[in-house]
């Protein structure tokens, strides 16, 4: 399984960025795929999750800013970012399970990309 992340970049805040996340070769029919986010320093934090059923869940600081989606045609996760703020500026990471629910945390995560930089400036 390979995921490649793309679509970082560096914005203003108020702006909006929107991350993409290719997964090929994964063939679970039940699924969790999510994006983390991190700093150096500091550990992987979760931003948003979605399962094979459309189902999604938002840590609480990006809730009601940022939309996680999928197109299962095409085998894309998205993650669109609105109202950036500077505490936003992070490496942003895509990641898959092993098949399954969705059950927070990085530790539930095997499949991961190499990360895409967003970086918001004040």
């Known amino acids: 399984v390979q995921v490649v992340e793309s679509g970082g970049g560096q914005v203003q805040a108020g702006g909006s960025l929107r991350l993409s996340c290719a997964a090929s070769?994964?063939?679970?029919?039940?699924?969790?795929m999510a994006w983390f986010r991190q700093v150096p320093g500091k550990e992987r934090e979760e931003v948003a999750y979605i399962d094979w059923r459309g189902i999604t869940s938002y840590a609480g600081s990006v809730k009601g800013r940022f939309t996680i989606s999928q197109d299962n045609a095409k085998n894309l996760l998205y993650l669109q970012m609105n109202s950036l703020k500077p505490e936003d500026t992070a490496m942003y990471y895509c990641a898959a399970n092993s098949g399954g629910y969705c059950y927070r945390g990085p530790a539930n995560f095997v499949f991961w990309g190499q990360g895409s930089q967003v970086t918001v400036s004040s």
């Open positions: 070769g994964y063939t679970a029919s039940t699924y969790c």
